[in-house]
């Protein structure tokens, strides 16, 4: 079924048994959050929470915790759904098989945004304060709205054909921010909603802005969608949800019909205040930085509306189905967008972000003896200049040369790059340049490295599935050595003290091991503070290794040495220790999760989960 509103979809997962009802009390202040992240880890279902501490409304979560789920909830509309990205992408489709693509067109007629006049009857006016005031983690700067669907109209271009409807989160307390008053948005510079208050700046005006929370899921997902070029966000959400967008202008603000919250307000220019800490998806804290705030006009709410919830923290979280249903909805777009890319992957534990792998082709020199990267150099450079894949820090690419090659066999594909790569040649670093916001591995906001590490070609050497004897008895504190794949040995150092000091400590030990001999079949070496966290999981080995490093400052080399500009090395030591400047990694209050055992014990409304934690 298509769902009009949060209920009738609540209704129709709990019917379905992909649902519990919650009926204890739940205190938003940290007890729901850790519910929340039980019952996900435990493969559980979706949660209503009926009885919310502080507010009237009832709060939902989980909603996307599988995919399965999530897929469940847009079985009418997926199909067609996909049909309409994948003519944008290719129009031609429609052309040459007009009957079998006859129906899309209607799908996509019927998507359309509708106008309606005045407020919804079934509105009413609320204040912030009035809202599930959740909080995640220990540390959060104040209550946050998780699931937000923040619009924006471009000042020069008005109307909501050209709007921008996007997840940026929203701090409701805390902070020097005034109670019912203000509310923090945070967002990047570059996202829409930062281009449309450059030009509202521009003007001298302020940014009319409305933040939807709630309504169909499908308005949920398209918060988050990149979407082909012409293809608003409004208009994607009525095709999935199979039901036009409908909204209405109030006081000069839009509102969504379909929404259970709607919070309208003003961005004035250069008026910011402090926001966060916040508990993000790397699995660590965004710091307190100054972000925009929004003077707030009017609050509304359905009268039988449900707050959705998520949380974020390290991978895998609810927001990892996002990631693979946005996927499964454009996988064909990058390759339209940049060509000759076969695939590209963010890998999800590693913080999607920090670290990319990528399938390209190589045709550049077919002639010669010895392949060399030339094509997907080409390519590896479109890739860190496209949207949320410029966030990158690391990118792994290859070709396929004497068989396929699987970006989502991450271990598969680190093997197929580390048997063929010339780490005097193939590594390619961009220093001085953006990283994204909330990674705190670089040396200022926004402000970090990347590096490319490409190869193609026939395999040189074989990687070795051992600890080899050259990373025995080590100077400077380094040992306990042991592998998290073949060919890349982990070493447990001494706690960072500066970036001065790791260079000597790490020329010292580089020189220790080349006086053992070479190390062909183990070319990358990542420094940690524990090998046994390290080593539990290779989960754990793309979560640390490359959430805690900045490539430009972080990774040296055996052997190292420059010729023309270009820095080369027999092997790769990647600094992956913490640094006094990163954020504090996530961790739950113990006290918080005693409270909640409550919930799952034996005729709690959980109880049925007990078994599963």
Not at 274 to 297: A, I, K, N, T
Request: aromatic share 8%.
């Amino acid at each position: 079924m298509t769902y009009r509103s949060m209920k009738e979809c609540i209704a129709d997962l709990e019917n379905a048994g992909h649902l519990i009802r919650i009926t204890e009390e739940v205190d938003p202040d940290l007890e729901m959050a850790a519910v929340h992240l039980r019952t996900f880890r435990a493969g559980g279902p979706a949660l209503y929470f009926e009885k919310v501490k502080g507010s009237k409304y009832g709060a939902v979560s989980n909603l996307f915790g599988t995919i399965e789920r999530s897929k469940y909830m847009f079985r009418e509309t997926w199909e067609s759904t996909q049909e309409v990205i994948g003519l944008r992408n290719e129009p031609m489709k429609a052309l040459k098989q007009p009957l079998r693509y006859a129906g899309t067109g209607l799908s996509a007629r019927k998507a359309l945004p509708i106008k309606k006049k005045g407020l919804p009857a079934d509105f009413e006016e609320i204040r912030i304060s009035d809202l599930p005031m959740i909080k995640s983690w220990p540390d959060d700067g104040g209550a946050f709205v998780t699931l937000p669907q923040v619009y924006s109209e471009d000042p020069d271009k008005p109307g909501i054909m050209n709007a921008n409807l996007g997840m940026y989160r929203i701090q409701l307390s805390g902070n020097e921010y005034e109670k019912d008053r203000e509310i923090g948005v945070h967002y990047q510079i570059h996202r829409g909603i930062g281009v449309h208050q450059a030009k509202a700046a521009k003007r001298g005006q302020p940014l009319k802005v409305s933040c939807f929370i709630g309504g169909p899921p499908a308005h949920t997902l398209s918060a988050v969608m990149p979407l082909p070029e012409g293809l608003s966000e409004l208009t994607f959400a009525g095709l999935l949800s199979g039901r036009h967008f409908r909204y209405s202008y109030v006081d000069g603000f839009c509102v969504s019909h379909d929404a259970d919250f709607v919070i309208t307000g003003e961005i004035y220019p250069e008026e910011t205040k402090p926001e966060g800490p916040f508990g993000d998806h790397l699995g660590y804290y965004s710091l307190v930085h100054e972000f925009p705030v929004m003077r707030v006009h009017k609050v509304y709410a359905k009268k039988d509306a449900v707050f959705p919830f998520t949380v974020v923290g390290r991978p895998p979280q609810e927001d990892t189905a996002f990631g693979a249903l946005i996927h499964e909805l454009t996988g064909g777009a990058v390759k339209q967008e940049i060509p000759g890319v076969k695939e590209v992957h963010a890998v999800d534990a590693a913080g999607v972000h920090p670290l990319l792998l990528a399938v390209g082709s190589e045709r550049y020199t077919p002639y010669q003896a010895v392949k060399r990267p030339a094509e997907i150099l080409t390519i590896a450079n479109r890739i860190l200049g496209t949207g949320q894949l410029s966030l990158a820090k690391y990118l792994f690419i290859t070709a396929e040369d004497d068989g396929p090659v699987d970006a989502h066999d991450i271990q598969g594909l680190f093997a197929h790059i580390l048997e063929r790569i010339d780490l005097r040649r193939d590594l390619h670093f961009q220093t001085n340049t953006t990283i994204d916001t909330l990674d705190y591995s670089g040396t200022g906001l926004n402000s970090g490295s990347k590096v490319i590490f490409a190869a193609v070609g026939k395999a040189v050497r074989k990687l070795s599935p051992g600890v080899p004897t050259a990373l025995s008895e080590l100077p400077g504190g380094f040992g306990r050595a042991a592998m998290s794949m073949p060919g890349v040995a982990l070493l447990q150092g001494p706690a960072f003290r500066g970036y001065e000091s790791a260079e000597a400590e790490i020329r010292r030990l580089a020189e220790s091991i080349a006086a053992r001999g070479p190390l062909e079949d183990c070319p990358v070496i990542v420094l940690c503070d524990d090998t046994d966290f390290m080593g539990a999981s290779f989960d754990n080995f793309l979560w640390a290794a490359f959430t805690r490093s900045n490539p430009s400052h972080d990774i040296h080399g055996i052997n190292a040495s420059y010729e023309h500009k270009h820095w080369g090395c027999d092997n790769v030591i990647i600094d992956a220790r913490v640094k006094p400047h990163q954020a504090p990694p996530l961790v739950q209050d113990p006290d918080v999760t005693k409270r909640i055992e409550r919930l799952f014990a034996p005729g709690g409304s959980l109880g049925i989960l007990r078994a599963k934690r």
